[in-house]
């Protein structure tokens, strides 16, 4: 799993599971924060991201089996390989073949 800051300036995020919590990390511009792991038996497994960029926010899964199944790339049996970037108007997704697709938008807070 990758997660990587396309933004011009740093943004937070926590991505975590049940079990998994990897904290919250800074990522400056084109940094990536990367994570391995295994599919559980049962396919449940999911991870989430809780991101930060200025005053706005974003909360979404990043991992879940039916997801990977359309937008990762299977690397050994029952683990994937998904890139995530966080952009200026967005989350976009790829499974390595460098084509990215936007999924999910930044909750814009107003003043």
């Excluded at 960029?53 to 790339?73: E, I, K, L, P, Q």
């Excluded at 299977?74 to 200026?88: D, G, K, L, M, S």
Aim: neutral net charge; contains cysteine.
């Amino acid at each position: 799993m990758y997660v990587m800051n396309r933004i011009p300036s740093s943004i937070q995020v926590r991505c975590q599971s049940k079990d998994t919590d990897l904290g919250l990390q800074t990522l400056q511009t084109n940094q990536q924060l990367h994570w391995s792991f295994h599919i559980n038996i049962f396919e449940t497994t999911l991870y989430f991201c809780h991101f930060y960029w200025g005053a706005n926010d974003a909360f979404f899964d990043v991992f879940t089996h039916r997801f990977s199944n359309r937008h990762c790339v299977v690397v050994f049996a029952q683990e994937y390989n998904c890139t995530w970037e966080a952009r200026e108007d967005g989350f976009y997704v790829s499974n390595g073949s460098g084509n990215f697709t936007k999924i999910f938008d930044w909750n814009k807070k107003t003043g």
